[in-house]
């Protein structure tokens, strides 16, 4: 090994400090030679260091530690995706901070975006609704948020990475509230929730579990979809009902 990073063996000599040889070039001190080669045992013993934590680690890292004014403020200010650029403010969420009940849709529409509130428009009247018929109300045992805190253009699904982005402040505000139940309101909700693909009329009437903390998570339709699918209102009737049986469970 040393042989190769070009350290010979060399002569124990008691002589001067450098010997002299032809033209100008010295050979190095014995002294030297024997300081090189523990030099190169200590390069060689020196453990091998740890990356440094990447940029996104880090930030998800931060996030992790937020309290709920940290959060709130992070979110307010965020710059992470483009969803940023169009937005009037990001929406995190509403309601009682200590829920047993957590509903999570896709993401705000324009009266959110305006308002800073998720569900205030014609499809948070119909969730509202949705809640009276299970005996709960907004605010009382409920909280509610998006998978992404701002308003996509023209109230298009979210894209995988504007998810991605947002993903790490859903996962604070559910580790912060600590519900007995989630309740996904459609397919993007539900499948970030449950990191998977799916479709709802296959992952409804089911139990399934979100991965931290082994919450139990139903899953039905958003109410802007029940606003243009009348007659799937009784599934989602259906899916509360299942939901609030599970919650009633010890």
Known sequence: MLAEMGIKPAWRLREAAALPVSGDATV?????????????????????????????AQRRSNI????WDGLASTVSDCRACGLCE???????????????????????????DERGEPFVG???????????????????????ANAVKCRPPGNRTPEAIEIATCRPYLER????VQPKLLIALGRPAAQILLGQELSIASARRKVHRYAIG???VVVTYHPAYLLRTLPDKAK???????ALDLVAQP
Not at 64 to 67: E, T, W
Not at 131 to 141: A, D, Q, V, W
Not at 173 to 176: D, M, N, R, S
């Open 173 to 176: 505000q559910i580790e912060l």
């Open 214 to 216: 082994n919450i139990p």
């Open 236 to 242: 989602a009737w259906e899916d509360l009902c299942f």
């Open 122 to 144: 014609q499809a948070g009247k119909l969730l509202d609704a949705m809640l009276e018929s299970i005996s709960l109300k907004r605010g009382e045992n409920v909280y509610i």
């Open 28 to 56: 190095a001190a014995p002294e030297l030679m024997v300081e090189a080669v523990k030099n190169a045992e200590d390069i060689v013993r020196e453990p091998a260091s740890v990356p440094a934590m990447t940029a996104d």
């Open 86 to 112: 169009r937005r009037k403010q990001a929406v995190l969420g509403v309601g009682d901070r200590q829920a047993d009940w957590m509903f999570v849709g896709e993401g705000p529409g324009a009266e959110e």
């Open 64 to 67: 992790a530690a937020l309290d």
